[in-house]
């Protein structure tokens, strides 16, 4: 089993649409990270949390640190979105899901 | 500010062949740093992490190898690659201590033919 489990695996949507992508963990941590990959590989991180919410722009980051859950939110969705995104954790070391690759329709 | 920088991008090796990528870091000192591999469906797998010069810990028993010859620089390495160590290869540093945030090369895309 993975330490850090994402839900879907794969979202499309069209343009303008609210996107939630999910994130569960099993083991102790201190930080959750989103991480966002694009096309060519690249990654860029978006929020690290460790508890209640944060937001930028259009996204946004929530955990419950109770429940060990965490999602990532995507307000009025736009194509340049499209990307995969990752839930990472710092355990006694980084833990990575899968990714969610997300796919916005104009 | 501080950047990372990653190269080849791209890499293709015949079996048997030996690898060398590398990555440094610029504008920071003392970072934490690592190799990740990641396969198609995977999430992102430790290879080997760094706290400090010739410090090398291995997560994962294989054909790699890792160096940290200066401060800033690290390198993955194999002597002989095999076809299952084709794969997109990412650096990534953090800062010590608390708060601890990754940041990631732009990756090699490796394949072995």
């Known amino acids: 089993k993975n330490e850090v489990e994402q839900s879907p695996q794969n979202l499309t949507a069209q343009e303008g649409e609210f996107i939630t992508i999910n994130c569960s963990y099993s083991v102790g941590i201190s930080a959750l990270h989103w991480l966002q990959q694009h096309p060519g590989g690249g990654i860029v991180s978006l929020f690290m949390?460790?508890?209640g919410k944060k937001k930028h722009g259009r996204l946004i980051a929530t955990i419950n640190i109770q429940e060990k859950h965490s999602s990532l939110h995507i307000t009025a969705s736009h194509p340049r979105d499209s990307a995969v995104y990752i839930c990472a954790v710092r355990g006694n070391q980084f833990y990575f899901g899968t990714g969610t690759s997300l796919t916005v329709i104009p | 500010s501080q950047t990372i920088h990653q190269w080849p991008a791209t890499l293709v090796q015949p079996v048997g062949s030996p690898l060398s990528l590398e990555c440094t870091v610029e504008g920071t000192s003392n970072p934490n740093l690592y190799w990740y591999r990641q396969a198609a469906g995977r999430g992102l797998q430790l290879l080997f992490y760094s706290v400090g010069i010739g410090q090398i810990s291995s997560e994962v028993p294989q054909n790699l190898s890792a160096s940290r010859p200066q401060d800033r620089q690290f390198i993955l390495s194999s002597k002989k690659l095999l076809l299952s160590d084709s794969g997109f290869y990412l650096c990534a540093w953090s800062l010590k201590g608390p708060g601890e945030k990754l940041f990631f090369g732009s990756g090699t895309q490796l394949s072995v033919l």
């Open positions: 949390l460790s508890s």
